[in-house]
């Protein structure tokens, strides 16, 4: 509604003229105003177009959501920029290693099933990680050949002792929930790598 919104209008209005005149013709007006049932009937209108008006609603929504990519990604490219001037670096990148790594004040151990595998790694504490290593690098990537709005974050980490860098990826799917119009637009937060592959969680076995 705010990154692309003659595109999402014209989803909407798609959708509307198959016999939902009822509602606004406004799709922000709409957002503001639908009730559940509404909302129940715009998506179920969505999966029940004809297959031309399902072929445009489709060319209309890729090219939105590739759209919602890449304002996505310069956003947040923008704003980690930003964060990242001046004596607030260190704690910003603090903060997005204690996030993306999941580390905590205390040392502990992870342990779970990856693609089938178990394992168990060492995650340090992010005193002892701070001392060893550092985020030399964050960015956000669209990605134009998904089916749907996703922004890679490639994550550069470097040991002091070293000199050496490694990068750990993660993905951010944007997408509504439970059908098109439904409900409030989520984005949520994949990795793209086993935790065994960081070098900085020593592997128990």
Request: charged share 25%; hydrophobic share 40%; aromatic share 10%.
């Amino acid at each position: 509604l705010h990154v692309d919104p003659v595109a999402y209008q014209q989803l909407y209005s798609l959708v509307r003229s198959g016999g939902l005149d009822h509602l606004p013709s406004d799709v922000a007006t709409f957002e503001r105003t639908a009730r559940k049932n509404d909302r129940i009937a715009v998506e179920a209108a969505a999966r029940q177009l004809p297959p031309d008006d399902q072929a445009a609603f489709q060319d209309i929504y890729l090219a939105m959501c590739h759209h919602v990519a890449q304002r996505s990604a310069e956003m947040f490219n923008k704003h980690i920029e930003e964060s990242l001037k001046g004596n607030r670096r260190a704690a910003v990148l603090e903060e997005v290693a204690r996030t993306l790594f999941r580390m905590d004040t205390n040392e502990y151990i992870l342990c779970g099933v990856e693609v089938q595998q178990p394992f168990a790694v060492v995650v340090p504490s992010l005193t002892q990680w701070k001392s060893d290593w550092k985020i030399s690098n964050i960015e956000a990537v669209p990605d134009p050949h998904r089916k749907q709005s996703v922004v890679a974050i490639v994550v550069t980490y470097e040991s002091k002792q070293l000199k050496s860098s490694k990068t750990a990826r993660f993905h951010v799917e944007i997408r509504w929930s439970h059908g098109k119009f439904r409900q409030t637009p989520e984005a949520k937060l994949y990795k793209d790598f086993r935790w065994t592959s960081v070098e900085f969680l020593p592997s128990l076995w």
